[in-house]
């Protein structure tokens, strides 16, 4: 008898929680963690200086180089590049290179294959849209802009100002949520979660039920 494979899928703006908590769900769950996002920043430093109107050479980069998910860390042909990808330049230009449809084919594909046969969490910007539309539970996590600034601050060990993240998060979300492909929008089946007010405990603890109810309701 074959092991009955979960999938659940979280999307939301950044800083919103949804690594942290996605990776927690996935460890007290014993199921398995993919980061889609960092794929794309992974590829993001792939192709920053490359010019991203030559689809020949962006298909060629995106086949040469290889990116591995871990649940902590991001690596890029076995080096580690975490810190390096989650600067200002390389989240924005995650962003923009999802809007390449070679780029979002390549990266949805390789998703779905990760995900095929697993139990799983994954988060990202379309994950319960796109990538996982038949997903066992759909999780929209949100919370306010000065909530979320002050996360990647404190993320960010507390360099920089709270406005210029501000500013970058304003420019991030407008990105997301106005691109033309796979734009960042809350599932109508996704539950929406915010976790302005509430605890990371509290914020897993929500996600964790909602999913045994799921669980429940489908024996």
């Known amino acids: 008898m074959s092991k009955k494979v979960y999938q659940i899928a979280i999307d939301g703006p ?32 792939v192709l920053k200086n490359t010019d991203l109107k030559n689809t020949g050479l962006v298909k060629l980069l995106l086949e040469k180089n290889k990116v591995e998910l871990t649940p902590n860390r991001l690596f890029l042909n076995g080096k580690d590049v975490t810190e390096e990808c989650y600067t200002p330049s390389i989240a924005m230009l995650a962003s923009k290179i999802g809007t390449i449809p070679i780029v979002r084919g390549k990266c949805v594909l390789d998703q779905q294959e990760i995900a095929k046969g697993h139990s799983c969490v994954m988060e990202g910007r379309d994950t319960t849209t796109v990538v996982l539309p038949n997903a066992t539970l759909k999780i929209f996590l949100t919370a306010s802009l000065d909530t979320r600034a002050k996360r990647r601050w404190l993320q960010n060990h507390q360099q920089g100002s709270l406005e210029t993240i501000k500013e970058q998060l304003i420019e991030r979300d407008y990105q ?37 109810l799921k669980e429940e309701l489908s024996v």
Do not use: W
């Open 14 to 45: 950044g800083g919103a929680g949804k690594s942290t908590i996605a990776q927690e769900v996935a460890k007290r769950l014993g199921f398995l963690f993919i980061n889609t996002g960092g794929m794309y920043r992974c590829y993001a430093i």
């Open 176 to 212: 997301d949520t106005h691109r033309s492909i796979a734009p960042l929008i809350k599932a109508p089946d996704a539950i929406l979660i915010d976790t302005n007010h509430k605890t990371f405990e509290e914020s897993v603890q929500q996600v964790i039920d909602a999913f045994k």
